[in-house]
């Protein structure tokens, strides 16, 4: 995966339905705060820096070190392991969640609080390097 170079302005006002273009602003203020990156296009996915991971098995490739995409049945908000956050989403109001995304279909109906603490721990996990499953080396 590789940033596009495409309009992330552009980019979200094309989105429906509507709750999602609003929930993709939030999110993209929320990640901007976090990360202290801007946003990047990789695809449909909006990403705020990238790191080079590589596993064991040798498959290896890039990623941004936190990102989401606005999907039409919800906003998926890419983790680094949503089990290690299953306190945390207790308390994070209405969501589904994957092995490493998030799924959230209106961002009013959440603790942003809450959803704020997991994006900071997802990103303090992906910058440390002390991954057991790969090795991670930031980039950019």
Known sequence: MQPTGGSVAAFVAQVTPATRGRDADTLIALMREITGREPELWGTVIGF???HYRYP???EGDMPLLAF?????????YLDDAGAH?????????HTTSVAC???????????EVLRGILTASYTA?????????TITVTG
């Open 126 to 134: 992906t910058t440390s390097g002390d991954n057991e499953d790969a």
């Open 69 to 77: 995409a606005p999907r039409k049945a919800a906003s998926t908000i």
């Open 102 to 112: 998030l799924y959230v279909k209106d961002l009013t109906l959440v603790d942003l």
């Open 86 to 94: 299953t306190a945390a989403l207790a308390e994070l109001g209405p």
């Open 57 to 59: 098995t040798g498959n």
């Open 49 to 51: 820096g990238s790191c």
